[in-house]
């Protein structure tokens, strides 16, 4: 911890640390802290208030919240007023620019995992301004945009989106995973960029997955038809159409498109993949468990070892090494839907896969039995 990177209202808010502080569970943030203040007392009106919203703001819970600016300032305002009362602490003024500040940072009310972090960024000053997502990690997030739309976004995601939408269409911006319930809007498309991929909607729910680490980008359809189009070059773009993915190769630029076959078949890039026409290759899917982490559930859908273990780092926020490369070919169905600890879904793969592994400086090693 820097004890002198600390000046802004915004510095404190967003240090995992300082909520830390503020819930009071965690000893060496409360000692960190109290030693901060005691040689900052200049900054002290800001590290007051910081306590203050960020206390309002931990014990909110809402699950799902509009994004309506006036809506969610008017709604933080009247929290930070009922609770100015009974905080045991010398009261804060707030100047109209603090205000201000607090509305730039915290219009989104901190939905599902209190660590996501909601910013906001002005493109300049009279450009619209938008807003950014991170969510970190471990954790997952969901928010309904000015225009209805339900989006979730996974673990280790950056989502960023406008305040106004153009005239012409409702763009977004995704890195990472997450999943949309479009609404139709007067024949306006959605539109969801990606580094490398574009995909064009009206109204329909699909999920984009396209992490950076990843070696493809794949776009799942539930409902509704999509269009997906590479930014690289868009004369490949294909139509999605509803239990179809697309997937996008990012060392190639191909996009395959992906049926669903049955409930019980798994999602294979394999050599059927030579059957192309033109950028599209055709392979054979069951997208039903792609979408589920959405609902808290990780399902493992006959995925090699190695692809389990990427999913589950994300998932649960830690390091694991696979020791023996055999192990990273190996396969597994599995499905866990009770909040599983790390260490519970890897018993269960232990009954099936010739697999030890033991903790070692906050890192998992896996090696074979």
């Known amino acids: 911890m820097e004890k002198n990177s600390y000046q802004k209202l915004e510095d404190f808010i967003l240090t995992e640390s300082f909520r830390a502080y503020v819930l009071g569970k965690d000893e060496k943030a409360i000692e960190f802290w109290n030693a901060w203040i005691a040689e900052n007392q200049g900054l002290k009106d800001e590290f007051e208030r910081a306590k203050l919203v960020l206390s309002v703001l931990l014990h909110s819970n809402k699950q799902v919240v509009s994004v309506d600016k006036k809506e969610a300032l008017t709604d933080l305002l009247e929290k930070i007023k009922n609770t100015e009362g009974s905080v045991k602490q010398q009261k804060v003024k707030f100047s109209p620019s603090v205000w201000l ?11 599902v995992s ?95 997955k396209g992490y950076a680490s990843d070696k493809t980008v794949e776009t799942t359809v539930v409902r ?32 395959a498109i992906s049926e669903k076959s049955s409930p019980k078949s798994s999602t294979k890039i394999s050599s059927k993949m030579n059957e192309s026409i033109g950028s599209i290759l055709v392979v054979k899917a069951n997208p039903e468990p792609i979408t589920c982490w959405k609902d808290q559930l990780l399902v493992f859908n006959d995925e090699t ?42 018993e269960a793969i232990k009954l099936t896969m010739p697999i030890r592994y033991n903790l070692k400086n906050n890192e998992i090693n896996i090696t074979q039995k």
């Open 101 to 111: 500040r607090i509305a730039a940072i915290f219009v989104l009310i901190i939905s």
């Open 114 to 208: 209190i660590a996501s972090m909601y910013l906001f960024k002005p493109k300049s000053q009279s450009d619209t301004a938008e807003y950014q997502i991170i969510v970190p990690i471990g954790e997952k997030s969901q928010l309904i945009l000015p225009d209805g739309t339900h989006v979730w976004i996974n673990s280790g995601s950056r989502f960023v989106y406008p305040a106004k939408y153009s005239a012409e269409n409702r763009t977004v911006y995704l890195e990472g995973e997450a999943y949309f319930d479009v609404t139709k809007k007067n024949g306006m498309p959605f539109v969801v960029n990606t580094k490398d991929v574009k995909i064009k909607v009206l109204g329909t729910a699909f999920n984009v």
């Open 224 to 255: 509704g038809l999509v269009k997906v189009e590479s930014v690289a070059d868009n004369t490949k773009a294909i139509f999605v159409k509803p239990d179809e993915k697309a997937i996008y190769i990012k060392q190639n630029q191909h996009i």
């Open 305 to 346: 070892f190695e692809d389990m273990v990427v999913k589950m780092e994300r998932w649960y926020d830690i390091k694991i090494n696979i020791a023996d490369p055999k192990l990273k070919n190996e396969r597994f169905n599995g499905k866990f839907v009770h909040n599983e600890t790390v260490y519970q879904v890897l």
